[in-house]
């Protein structure tokens, strides 16, 4: 089935630590997407990507990092630069940009 | 700056009884108005994509309907299997972007 998975499901980060959360998808689609969601939020973009190894920063940016090396592929960074990754991250892709959004299952990121 | 605001934040219904989500919206020229559906801990499910003002969707239970400024999803008669947040998101004609309002919570019990 076509989807887009995500991995790991929980994911836990040390103090100075940057952890890397995984998104792949086989829907063929251009456009990816970070978002994160805090409890009581509206998800808010972290990046997102049009075409491979092009990326543009979204609202929250500042201590995360991307790589579209692959069609299939947006893996996002948590860089030790984040000082509050605690949050549930959601990946997603469309067809083109701003169109319907497909979502991950998502990653529950926790600091130790 | 698009905006969108969701009311009520939470919502508790009886099995059967029939409600109202809303979506109030600010945008420079409306591109899309998205519904979406998201179980706790799980990724938001899509439910509707509404484009022009008078124009109507229904999938089951549910019945999203827009005007200029707000958009309402009607719940009909709901099932405990409803509950779940409920995301309202709007694309405006300067921007490549989503951008999502907070939720609504609904509960209903049997």
């Known amino acids: 089935d076509g989807g887009i998975t995500q991995s790991p499901k929980y994911l836990f980060r040390k103090e100075g630590q940057n952890v890397t959360l995984s998104c792949e998808q086989n829907l063929n689609h251009d456009a990816m997407y970070w978002y994160r969601q805090d409890p009581g939020q509206g998800l808010r973009l972290i990046y997102y990507?049009?075409?491979?190894?092009?990326?543009q920063k979204g609202d929250i940016a500042e201590g995360y990092s991307v790589s579209r090396e692959k069609k299939e592929s947006f893996p996002l960074t948590v860089t030790s630069a984040q000082k509050n990754p605690t949050a549930f991250y959601l990946c997603?892709?469309?067809?083109?940009?701003?169109?319907?959004?497909?979502f991950g299952s998502g990653t529950q990121l926790s600091v130790l | 700056e698009d905006q969108v605001t969701q009311s009520p934040e939470a919502l508790r219904l009886q099995e059967g009884e029939s409600s109202s989500l809303n979506c109030s919206y600010t945008?420079?020229?409306?591109?899309?108005l998205f519904w979406y559906r998201q179980d706790p801990g799980k990724g938001p499910e899509f439910l509707f994509t509404l484009y022009s003002a008078g124009e109507e969707k229904e999938k089951e239970r549910l019945k999203a309907t827009l005007t200029k400024k707000e958009s309402f999803l009607h719940i009909t008669a709901p099932k405990p299997e409803d509950s779940a947040t409920y995301l309202c998101a709007v694309r405006g004609g300067g921007s490549e972007k989503l951008v999502f309002g907070k939720g609504t919570k609904l509960t209903v019990n049997p």
């Open positions: 945008v420079s020229g409306l591109r899309g």
């Open positions: 990507s049009q075409i491979v190894n092009d990326f």
């Open positions: 997603a892709s469309s067809p083109g940009l701003g169109g319907k959004l497909f």
